[in-house]
C-alpha cells in the first residue's frame, strides 16, 4: 500500500488558514460583545462557538479552495492553447 506523504510546507499553509479563520470568528465574537454591550468574560465562556465557527468558516474555504483547483484542472485539460496540448509521439505520428 502507498504511503501518503503531506510536506511541512502543506502542513503550515493548512495551519495558516486555520488560524486565520480562528481569528476571524474570533474577531466576530469581540464585535458581538462590543454591539450588544454584554460582559466581557462572554469572550471567553462563547470560546465554544468561536471554535464551532472556525471549523465552519474553514470547511467553507476547503470546498471554495477545491472547486477552483478542480475548475482550474479542468480549463487547462481543455483550453485551446496549443501550449496546453499534448504533442503526438513518433509511433502516434506514423
Do not use: D
Not at 12 to 36: D, G, P, Q, R, W
Amino acid at each position: 500500500m502507498k504511503e501518503i506523504v503531506i510536506s511541512v510546507q502543506r502542513i503550515h499553509k493548512e495551519l495558516l488558514f486555520l488560524l486565520t479563520c480562528f481569528l476571524f470568528a474570533f474577531l466576530l465574537n469581540v464585535i458581538a460583545v462590543i454591539t450588544y454591550r454584554t460582559p466581557w468574560i462572554e469572550i471567553i465562556t462563547q470560546i465554544g462557538y468561536v471554535l464551532a465557527i472556525t471549523l465552519v468558516v474553514y470547511c467553507f474555504i476547503f470546498l471554495v479552495r477545491g472547486i477552483l483547483f478542480f475548475a482550474k484542472r479542468f480549463l487547462r485539460k481543455h483550453s485551446s492553447n496549443p501550449v496546453n496540448r499534448k504533442l503526438p509521439t513518433i509511433k502516434q505520428m506514423q
